[in-house]
């Protein structure tokens, strides 16, 4: 079946770049989306990225995909304490299968 | 978010008593979703549908029913409340971006 995985810690320091990864197993994935969620809020759609791009830059987020590795990437530079939170990662499978979520990387950001 | 309204916000239940969830979209979405969210859980789903008139069981649907009489609303539905089914509730709509409402947040006591 399908299976989004994610590390479920990251801390980084105020001005860097964070990069959030996360890994799928179903290679009919259509769309590949990043979410934030903030605490007590509900889940704000960050970008997303079709199967057939390998990058999709927007502001300060770049996704990378690597569709052969079946791995996706979320990377924010000039990391700001607003941006602490926590990431999830989710894919479409082909036709009308739902978004299977990865259960949240939670970025911490040391002003 | 987006076009993504869920109704209440909050709610207190006793253990036994019923309630609907109400999930309204207006985006001409196909595909609308139920998920709970629990403390180290992620996002579990409950049940979907891919147009009106259709609803498919998720990963949790046990104890939940639901209908989607008209293509903008998806109801959810708790028969006999347990504590186990404290937890947020989270409603999305899909066209091909995924949207979120805010979710509601449901005790069970």
């Known amino acids: 079946g399908e299976d989004v995985e994610q590390s479920l810690f990251l801390s980084v320091r105020e001005g860097d770049s964070s990069v959030i990864n996360c890994t799928y197993t179903?290679?009919?994935?259509?769309?590949l989306y990043w979410y934030k969620q903030e605490p007590g809020a509900g889940l704000q759609l960050l970008t997303y990225i079709f199967s057939n791009m390998d990058m999709k830059q927007d502001q300060r987020l770049t996704v990378l995909l690597n569709k052969k590795d079946k791995h996706l990437s979320l990377r924010i530079a000039d990391t700001q304490t607003g941006d602490s939170a926590i990431y999830f990662c989710a894919e479409t499978p082909s036709g009308n299968t739902p978004l299977v979520f990865g259960k949240g990387t939670r970025l911490s950001v040391i002003a | 978010n987006a076009g993504v309204t869920q109704t209440p916000k909050f709610r207190v239940l006793k253990t036994g008593q019923s309630m609907t969830l109400l999930c309204a979209q207006d985006?001409?979405?196909?595909?609308m979703y139920w998920y709970r969210q629990d403390p180290g859980m992620g996002l579990r789903l409950i049940h979907y549908s891919v147009g009106e008139g259709t609803t498919a069981k998720g990963e949790v649907p046990d104890g939940y029913n639901v209908s989607r009489l008209k293509k903008q609303n998806f109801l959810l539905g708790l028969e006999s409340a347990a504590p186990s089914q404290t937890s947020v509730y989270f409603c999305?709509?899909?066209?091909?971006?995924?949207?979120f409402g805010q979710g509601t947040r449901l005790t069970v006591v």
């Open positions: 999305a709509s899909r066209g091909g971006e995924a949207f």
């Open positions: 179903d290679s009919s994935s259509t769309y």
């Open positions: 985006m001409n979405h196909e595909y």
